[in-house]
């Protein structure tokens, strides 16, 4: 059924190769609005799904593109183990509050949750991956196992990648098993205050998992063991909070239907949400609007019409980038232009691995 | 096996007009090309296998890094460079009609910043220095290859190597944030950033473990963690391999992910015992240390856990490090394996294959099976923890028939670790040493895939050309024949 499935793709690819059509790689259709707007004809991935395998033990989970993010999540929830990097799970265009998130998606898209500091991001679990690429080639890289140095690291750089370099049928992840124990503090405290606070937290051996911090409000989550968490406890000091309100917080952090990502004005005329990525020291931005943090200081959002030129230009001041994450023209790119030579590198992988510019045009950057 | 090029006046020629090119960018006492101050550097910690090069530079400053790339691009000479030479692959064997290119001058380390807990080295910094200069802050860099004092962080970017706690503290690649350095034409390139992502690509994970391949390196900043407060160590004995295995399983079933995940067969206790008399138990088929860190009450709470999960995985004995120098004492055997190994054997082919846990206990089965075929005894340590093997191969290079024997035995751990789902190399890289067995695991069209990738980066192919990815040739005249490990169950796909 899967080899059918998979034949299926391949001639689907075969075609559009010999017909000069450009493929959009469809799963959940929860992440559209995110990099350059999607073109060519609809290749839908989501029949190709399921958990091939998963071995608790092992920590290591395969599955297939099409399967659903909530069933992955569910799969290893049995287990009491989790995805570390806590991948945001959007609401689709139906707006019924459940999400159809695929892990083909969520490896493409490379986006992390609130856990993301600490625990890492996607590429940091990614363990191996079965590539279709644009010659129509069923390529597989890395592996189950932990540790694998054999030949380029293929599969890690699938991560992020938008989907530019083909379809990612099939992607082993590491696991982790959920800690025991869990509290969320809460702070009152202006933005440098906090920043200074969570970097300086951070350098000392706390069971530190998650951060927010908007409109005066930290929130710290602790995670780790029951111990660790309680003495942390003691010397941090803040409020604890309620563990229900805490798990509701986190997961409107984490799936963006805090207040902050639903205002009215992103995507109404030219205002967007704008996803900063600075080093976690990086003193407040010289920007007009409010942020929300995250990841210790190192994740700064921005609901702001200020010019791109504007707000790249304040994050490179803090040797960082700004994405256009969401909303407002996105026809010259969403990412911080890169370097000639990085340019020049990423020409040429898009040229190695889709010669024909099969699969997402422009998706990324719109040269590739 | 030695790669030589024979003296002739087509070397010699080239020699020439390399070293002069290079003398117009390089102080005299950074360029070698004498024989007898190159050949230090004919090989990496991998012995067997030798080269001359050309001409060896030094250089001290960027500038100079970039100006020799741009001659040998100009030249079309190929480029190996070189950290401390410890790698266990052959990665930075010369090559014989090329310049390598030692960073062992980029030895500064930039800054150490305890707020933002990063810190900058140049390539040629040695991984403990890194530690050492973060410690009167309370951090450290956490990766810890068994060669931690001599290798150098450059080196440790280009293999993305490992260590006994990256279980839990993950691999160079999980603690590496931003390289930056030159492509092979000398243009400056920066991979990563300061921040936890960079725009674009994410080629700071195809750089890390590319062994020299794609850029060259000149300056890391790596993530330092906080030093936790305790370490203590369980040293639990089994009599019998599986029930080893079964435990190792048990304990991550259990939920915890311990600092540290190693064990020893019994060959390999006996061998290390008899050298640092650590205590182990001679009797035991297999010897578990399972490491916590944390708090004093963390630490406690977990050991407190893995014990009741190693007594009912059946282990026959239990022993708690009760102060740091019995934990130094219970690591000290495992620390020691290699050396050991060389006491009791002329050489040893230390190899380094990962597979699933789960299949540990076959694994070692089929091994002594192989001792057997091959007429050559093998030891084994394993960082049980992430499934990474490392077999020894006790032979005496001396005698022309047990080097083959033992090379046929490693290619056959190598091989039989593919077919159980693993890969042929966890942290050593594959360099030369494992070209042959890169047939064996992946496909023509992965193979050429990567070719691909490489040409991406260094379109002329100048850098460290001939190591990782063998060529379609190698393979087909190896005879080697390629194991379909594909997560997806489709044969029928095979030739397209």
């Known amino acids: 059924m899967d080899s059918a499935m998979l034949a299926a793709l391949v001639d689907r690819v075969q075609a559009a190769r010999a017909a000069g059509r450009a493929l959009e790689i469809r799963g959940g259709g929860t992440k559209r609005f ?26 290591v989970v395969t599955a297939r593109c099409g399967t659903p993010l909530a069933e992955l999540e569910q799969a290893l929830a049995e287990r009491n183990q989790a995805l570390p990097f806590e991948p945001p799970r959007f609401d689709d265009e139906r707006g019924d509050g459940r999400s159809a998130s695929t892990v083909g998606g969520m490896v493409a898209a490379g986006l992390a949750g609130p856990a993301r500091a600490q625990s890492g991001g996607v590429r940091d679990y990614v363990l191996g991956a079965t590539l279709l690429n ?9 592996g189950q196992v932990m540790k694998n140095v054999a030949g380029y690291d293929v599969s890690r750089v699938l991560a992020g990648s938008l989907g530019i370099f083909g379809v990612i049928c099939e992607v082993s992840l590491k696991v982790l098993p959920v800690a025991p124990a869990t509290l969320t503090l809460r702070f ?23 951060s927010s911090w908007h409109d005066g409000v930290l929130h710290l989550r602790l995670r780790g063991a029951v111990a660790a968490v309680d003495s942390a406890r003691r010397l941090l000091g803040g409020s604890p909070v309620d563990a229900d309100v805490a798990e509701r917080h986190w997961a409107s952090v984490r799936d963006q239907r805090h207040a902050y990502f639903t205002d009215r004005r992103i995507g109404a005329g030219d205002a967007a949400l704008w996803r900063v990525s600075v080093p976690s020291t990086a003193p407040p931005l010289a920007l ?47 990412c911080t232009p890169l370097s000639p030579a990085l340019q020049a590198v990423h020409q040429r992988l898009k040229q190695a691995f889709d010669p024909d510019r099969v699969y997402n045009p422009g998706r990324l950057y719109p040269e590739l | 096996m030695t790669l030589s090029v024979p003296p002739t006046a087509e070397r010699a020629a080239r020699q020439t007009e390399l070293t002069t090119a290079l003398a117009a960018v390089l102080p005299p006492h950074a360029l070698l090309w004498r024989s007898e101050s190159t050949v230090p550097y004919e090989c990496d910690g991998l012995t067997a296998y030798r080269a001359t090069p050309l001409a060896v530079a ?28 410890t790698g266990l692959s052959g990665g930075a064997m010369p090559h014989p009609m090329g310049l390598t290119l030692s960073m062992a001058r980029f030895n500064r380390i930039v800054a150490i910043d305890p707020l933002s807990r990063t810190a900058t080295v140049q390539c040629g910094v040695r991984n403990l220095a890194i530690s050492e200069a973060a410690q009167p802050h309370g951090l450290y860099y956490a990766p810890d290859p068994s060669s931690q004092i001599a290798c150098t962080i450059g080196g440790n970017v280009a293999e993305n190597a490992g260590g006994v706690h990256c279980l839990k503290y993950g691999l160079t690649l999980h603690n590496v944030l931003r390289v930056r350095g030159f492509m092979h034409d000398g243009e400056s390139v920066e991979f990563g950033s300061e921040a936890l992502d960079a725009p674009g690509l ?25 030093k936790p407060q305790l370490a203590r160590c369980i040293m639990a004995s089994f009599a019998d391999l599986r029930s080893a295995g079964d435990a190792v399983a048990a304990i991550i079933g259990a939920g915890i992910i311990p600092a540290g995940l190693e064990m020893m067969d019994q060959a390999m206790t006996a061998v290390v015992e008899d050298f640092v008399h650590a205590g182990y138990d001679p009797d035991a088929a297999a010897i578990l240390l399972c490491e916590s860190d944390g708090t004093p009450e963390e630490v406690d709470e977990e050991i407190g856990r893995m014990c009741p999960v190693l007594e009912r995985s059946g282990a026959v004995r239990i022993e708690v490090s009760a102060d740091e120098a019995q934990r130094l004492r219970f690591w000290s055997g495992r620390k020691n394996a290699f050396p050991a190994s060389g006491r009791i054997s002329p050489d040893y082919l230390c190899m380094d294959s990962t597979i699933p846990r789960k299949r540990l206990a076959e694994m070692l089965q089929a091994i002594h099976r192989m001792e057997g075929v091959y007429g050559l005894r093998c030891c084994n340590v394993f960082h049980a923890g992430d499934g990474n093997l490392h077999p020894m191969i006790l032979f005496d290079a001396s005698n022309a028939d047990q080097l083959e024997r033992a090379e046929a035995f490693g290619a056959d751990i190598l091989e039989t670790s593919v077919r159980l789902g693993g890969t042929i190399t966890g942290e050593h890289g594959v360099g030369v040493e ?59 796909l095979e030739r397209f």
């Open chain 2, 58 to 85: 030094l250089p001290e400053t960027d500038d100079q890094v970039s100006a020799v790339l741009r001659a040998c691009h100009r030249l079309g000479v190929p480029v190996v460079a070189r950290g401390a030479g």
């Open chain 1, 188 to 210: 009152e405290l202006a933005q440098a205050a906090a920043l200074q606070s969570l970097n300086t937290w951070a350098g000392q051996p706390l069971p530190l998992n998650a």
């Open chain 1, 34 to 59: 995110y990099g350059q707007a999607p073109q060519g004809d609809v290749l839908d991935v989501r029949e190709l799904r399921g958990i091939s395998s998963y071995e608790p033990s092992e920590l």
């Open chain 2, 202 to 226: 994410d080629l700071l994970s195809l750089m890390i473990g590319s062994e020299g391949m794609l850029a060259v390196a000149v300056e890391v900043t790596v993530r330092l963690v906080p």
């Open chain 2, 434 to 492: 494992k070209l042959g067995s890169m047939c064996v695991q992946f496909s023509p069209e992965e193979r050429e895939q990567m070719q691909a990738l490489k040409a991406a980066f260094d379109p002329p192919g100048l850098l460290n050309p001939g190591k990782v990815i063998p060529t379609l040739r190698r393979c087909a005249e190896g005879g080697k024949m390629h194991v379909r490990r594909g997560l997806l169950p489709f044969p029928e």
């Open chain 1, 134 to 142: 644009g010659r129509a080639e069923v390529l597989t890289f890395g």
């Open chain 1, 288 to 334: 007009s609007a409010d942020p929300f943090i995250e990841w210790g200081g190192a994740q700064r959002w921005f609901v702001s019409a200020q010019p791109a030129d504007e707000i790249r230009a304040a994050a490179q001041a803090a040797r960082g980038h700004a994405t256009r994450f969401r909303g407002g023209d996105r026809s010259a790119g969403v």
